[in-house]
């Protein structure tokens, strides 16, 4: 069964950094997309950046978030720098093999969540 486990959460002050890493217990998202989608309560999930052969990202974090892989370690990679209180949420690592890059419901694997807080 294909694991997504993610990490690097927690509590940061505003203009601070944090860097979440996933790792899938698998090779065969090696061709395909990983990405990093976040919610916050009461709110959708929204998309936050992904990559394939290249890197996807939200608007309202370009210029700030960097997604990068590890194809070696499986695993992908999302530093978020310059860090806003609107960016509190639960960040979620996906997977898919035929993906649209923007839309949640068309990733094949999840991980659990990973909490970040800004304070502010």
């Known amino acids: 069964q294909v694991q997504l486990v993610e990490s690097g959460g927690g509590l940061v002050q505003a203009g601070g950094s944090l860097r979440l890493s996933c790792e899938a217990s698998?090779?065969?998202?090696?061709?395909?997309?990983m990405a990093w989608f976040r919610q916050a309560p009461g709110k959708a999930r929204e998309f936050v950046a992904a990559?394939?052969?290249?890197?996807y990202y939200a608007d309202s974090v370009k210029g700030r978030f960097t997604i990068s892989r590890d194809n070696a370690d499986n695993t992908v990679y999302l530093q978020m720098s310059s860090l806003t209180p609107e960016d509190t949420a639960v960040y979620y690592c996906a997977a898919g093999l035929r993906t649209v890059i923007y839309h949640a419901e068309t990733y094949d694997f999840w991980g659990q969540g990973t909490q970040v807080t800004v304070s502010s």
């Open positions: 990559i394939s052969l290249r890197a």
């Open positions: 698998t090779r065969a998202f090696s061709n395909g997309v």
